[in-house]
């Protein structure tokens, strides 16, 4: 997942303690990576290098703790700003993530230019068209672009889990290891007032099946506050019939801050712990969130937002919580840190410099070649 001489400089020898230690700063070398990208993909739009793009920056430590308990064999059915949770699985590169932004067919290993930015998928099948072991890998299933249109395919997903674990006669493929994987989805709140989401959750529920909903909650669909699309303002206490019995039936649910790091990977473990065992379904409520560039390269959030309400996102931007759970652990100096987020800009702003380059290569071969014709007509 990372190879950085400063990380390596100041994670301590002892494998007990250098546990916690090694992977907070894993976590948080992927956090500022992540956060880089994001700000250097909006600039790109804005200069006219790439022409839309929506960036994960305010989901970056809930996505980093996901990816702690993301095991192989699970799927991830997920949305557009999940690019964290796929630096941290080491299923993207940054260079991939600009090579998608920019549209470049060559070069842009999910689409070939085709989707969206932040639009992912893992091989199925190998290069001879055989199936790959997927128990034996992280597997995402391609996003799409309509909002909660990737429940309906989470819920497939934690189906074939139970069939898989049912069947007498399907115990041991390459597709399932006896049906213990989970099928992940990421959603964003204003997403769940969808109907497919409140079919997709009913359905879960019935059939008993091992899907695992996230929803990333930064208190906004676009512009719109959450108290105007969901009611009472809040989908935990929106779900709370769905909540599990003492039958066994309903949802694990889950909720915590979405800048408290430790918070993070203690529900995520235990819920996929208790998912795996029983199969329920669970919904991870993950609030205060921020959206610190606003929903997408097309507007700008300060034109909806009050000074208080950009003043709190401002203190409570995950990030910087993140460096301040840190410290107060005494797992890293301000000055380790520091020099962390000066090599995270210096990754970030070299593998966007190889991105541009291997995008427009091609297109100035062609231009000189147009270019030649025409002087040879004239």
């Known amino acids: ?25 894993e976590d948080f070398w992927t956090c500022l990576v992540s956060r880089e990208a994001s ?30 308990a993301f095991k192989k064999g699970d799927w991830r059915s997920g949305y557009y700003r999940d ?13 991939a993530f600009f090579a998608q932004l920019y549209a470049d067919p060559d070069n842009d290993p999910f689409s070939g230019g085709r989707q969206m930015n932040s639009h992912y998928s893992t091989n199925l099948f190998d290069e001879k068209g055989d199936w790959l072991d997927h128990k034996d890998l992280y597997n995402v299933s391609s996003d799409i672009s309509s909002t909660a ?12 889990s139970k069939k898989y674990r049912e069947s007498k006669v399907l115990k041991n493929t390459q597709f399932s290891n006896k049906g213990n994987e989970i099928s992940w989805v990421t959603i964003g709140d204003a997403s769940t007032s969808e109907g497919i989401f409140w079919e997709t959750i009913n359905a879960a529920g ?18 719109v506050p959450k108290k105007y699309q969901t009611t009472k303002g809040d989908i935990s206490t929106l779900l709370e019939g ?34 795996r065992e029983n199969h329920n ?4 409520h993950v609030d205060e969130l921020t959206q610190p560039q606003g929903h997408s390269t097309s507007g700008s959030h300060e034109r909806y937002k009050s000074k208080d309400r950009l003043a709190w996102e401002k203190e409570y931007d995950c990030n910087p919580q993140f460096k301040k759970w840190i410290l107060e652990n005494k797992i890293a100096t ?16 070299e593998a966007k410099t190889a991105a541009w380059k291997a995008y427009i290569a091609p297109l100035k071969e062609d231009l000189k070649e147009v270019l030649s014709m025409m002087d040879a007509v004239a």
Not at 1 to 25: H, P, V, Y
Not at 334 to 349: G, H, M, P, R, S
Request: net charge positive; charged share 25%; glycine share 10%.
């Open 149 to 160: 249109g990737q429940m309906a395919r989470a819920l497939g997903l934690a189906l074939a």
């Open 83 to 95: 690019q964290t949770f796929m630096f941290a699985m080491g299923l993207s590169s940054v260079e």
């Open 39 to 68: 700000l250097m993909a909006r600039k790109e739009v804005l200069t006219g290098k790439a022409k839309f793009g929506i960036t994960g920056d305010g989901k970056e430590v809930p996505q980093v703790a996901l990816a702690r």
């Open 1 to 25: 997942m990372i190879d950085n001489l400063i990380l390596k400089s100041i994670t301590k020898k002892g494998k007990k303690e250098n546990t916690l230690r090694s992977e907070a700063l």
């Open 242 to 275: 769905f909540r599990i019995n003492e039958e066994g039936v309903g949802y694990n649910m889950y909720n915590v801050k979405g800048w408290d790091y430790k918070g993070l990977r203690d529900m995520f473990n235990k819920g996929a712990e208790a998912m």
């Open 334 to 349: 301000e000055e380790e840190l520091d020099a962390i987020q000066v090599e995270a800009k210096k990754t970030v702003k």
């Open 206 to 223: 019935v059939q008993k099946l091992p899907m695992a909903v996230c929803v990333w909650d930064d208190g906004y669909g676009i512009s």
């Open 281 to 284: 379904p669970a919904l991870f």
